[in-house]
């Protein structure tokens, strides 16, 4: 069963920065994407960043500049460095990692909040 598991939420001003993990119970090279997500109350969870098997990224404009996604195969741990942060980057943020082996299954982490007070 493969379990993804985050860390690095809080709470901070806007303008400084955090870091977010995802842990891996299986090897990265398993994950065709991974991806992180942020949801906040009444809203459905929007994309932000997707790292692809052959290292190509893509990100949504909201955060195009200000953050980076990367991945570390030797610690099995994908992160997200969010800089320049806004109140509006506040949320619950989740992990995700999409295995094909016949059909997609999709892994996702169990959320970690991160609030940027004004």
């Known amino acids: 069963q493969v379990q993804l598991v985050e860390s690095g939420g809080g709470w901070v001003q806007t303008g400084e920065s955090l870091r977010l993990s995802c842990t891996s119970t299986e090897s990265l090279f398993r994950f065709n994407t991974m991806g992180w997500y942020r949801q906040v109350p009444g809203k459905q969870r929007e994309l932000l960043a997707t790292?692809?098997?052959?290292?190509?990224?893509q990100y949504t404009d909201s955060v195009k500049g200000r953050f980076t996604i990367s991945r570390d195969y030797a610690k099995n741990t994908m992160s997200l460095q969010m800089d320049s942060l806004k109140p509006e980057d506040t949320g619950v943020y989740y992990c995700?990692?999409?295995?094909?082996?016949?059909?997609?299954?999709?892994?996702w982490g169990q959320g970690t909040q991160v609030t940027v007070s004004s």
């Open positions: 995700h990692g999409q295995i094909q082996d016949g059909g997609p299954s999709d892994y």
């Open positions: 790292i692809f098997r052959y290292g190509s990224s």
